[in-house]
């Protein structure tokens, strides 16, 4: 890869990584909630399981979802309504339950597995390996754009997680707490009309 198309991508990665969007909301939600330490298995889960999902699609599957426009819409929707439900949950209950309905924060599986289903990652995945896994060399290509996602999603979800930490102060009641709550639950769900008016 060359100097100029890595600077890109870095640039590209860093600053999709930091932007607002479905993680992002539920990795400072689960902050305020259950604290940053128990947030580090959703933090690692975020990091890890979107770069080896942008690692998969961009050596395995971009030929096969640039060509499939249903395969396309139907992860799109699919994975809108899963993020919905994700987001009403978010807003009702301060996290995801257990099977005694318990909120509790995402698991490093959970929130690895959650990125298959987030259209904000699969748009980004796509349109990410679309133009920077080269053909000449995809297995070399995907590994440095994996990489680079990596430590952009490393340092997003870290420091989304302790603003989440920082504002626990402030979320002292069980009133703000719920305020708050709702309004995570909100802009997850926003992010999910937003990303259909794109």
């Given at each position: ?19 607002p ?56 929707w ?15 209950s ?91 639950g ?5 992010c ?7």
């Open positions: 890869m060359q100097l100029d198309t890595f600077l890109a991508l870095i640039t590209l990665a860093f600053t999709a990584a930091w932007t969007g479905p993680n992002n909301a539920l990795v400072a939600n689960s902050a305020v909630n259950f604290g940053f330490q128990r947030t580090i298995p959703h933090i690692l889960g975020i990091a890890l399981g979107f770069s080896l999902m942008m690692f998969i699609v961009g050596f395995f599957l971009a030929q096969i979802f640039a060509e499939s426009t249903l395969l396309r819409e139907v992860l799109r699919g994975g809108a309504a899963l993020l919905l439900w994700v987001a009403w949950k978010v807003a009702n301060g996290g995801i339950g257990t099977v005694s309905g318990e909120p509790r924060p995402f698991s490093f599986l959970e929130a690895a597995g959650f990125q298959w289903i987030n259209p904000k990652g699969w748009s980004m995945a796509i349109a990410v390996t679309t133009q920077f896994v080269s053909g000449n060399a995809p297995l070399n290509s995907a590994l440095i754009v994996a990489g680079v996602f990596v430590v952009a999603g490393l340092g997003s979800a870290t420091s989304w997680a302790l603003a989440g930490q920082a504002i626990t102060r402030w979320v002292n009641s069980e009133l703000r707490l719920r305020m708050f709550n709702y309004t995570m909100g802009l997850i769900a926003a999910v009309i937003l990303l259909f008016l794109d």
